[in-house]
């Protein structure tokens, strides 16, 4: 069993930046594909990055390509999502997973039935 705790979050002007961490307050990280997510008011769940085991991704989706970068402690306990150049439509509650997604869903960064662990989400608001 593994459980998982994000934080990070917070009020950032556009144009900001910020670093989210999703921790393992049980268990380790370092087996376990990590996926980013976010959801928005009104809005379906967006995937964010995926980052598999070995040297597979990290993998982005479109909508933050070139802005984000996601990384691993040595210890492999936490997971990083650094975020840069927000912008207000990056608003949402993001969430971490963990588990072992299939390729596919990981190279795009999809929501996949095999996420058997999920964080409880931190609050990301972008605005001036």
């Known amino acids: 069993q593994v459980q998982l705790v994000e934080s990070g979050g917070g009020l950032v002007p556009p144009g900001g930046s910020l670093t989210l961490s999703c921790a393992a307050s049980s268990g380790t990280l370092d087996k376990y594909s990590i996926g980013w997510f976010r959801q928005a008011p009104g809005k379906e769940r967006e995937g964010v990055s995926c980052i598999a085991t070995g040297n597979n991704g990290p993998y982005y989706g479109d909508s933050v390509k070139g802005r984000f970068a996601v990384s691993r402690d040595n210890a492999g306990n936490t997971v990083y999502l650094r975020m840069t150049n927000l912008k207000p439509e990056d608003t949402a509650v993001y969430f971490c997973?963990?588990?072992?997604?299939?390729?596919?869903?990981?190279?795009?960064?999809?929501?996949?039935?095999?996420?058997?662990?999920w964080g409880q989400g931190t609050q990301v608001t972008v605005s001036s």
């Open positions: 997973a963990a588990g072992f997604p299939a390729a596919y869903y990981c190279s795009r960064s999809r929501i996949s039935k095999d996420y058997d662990y």
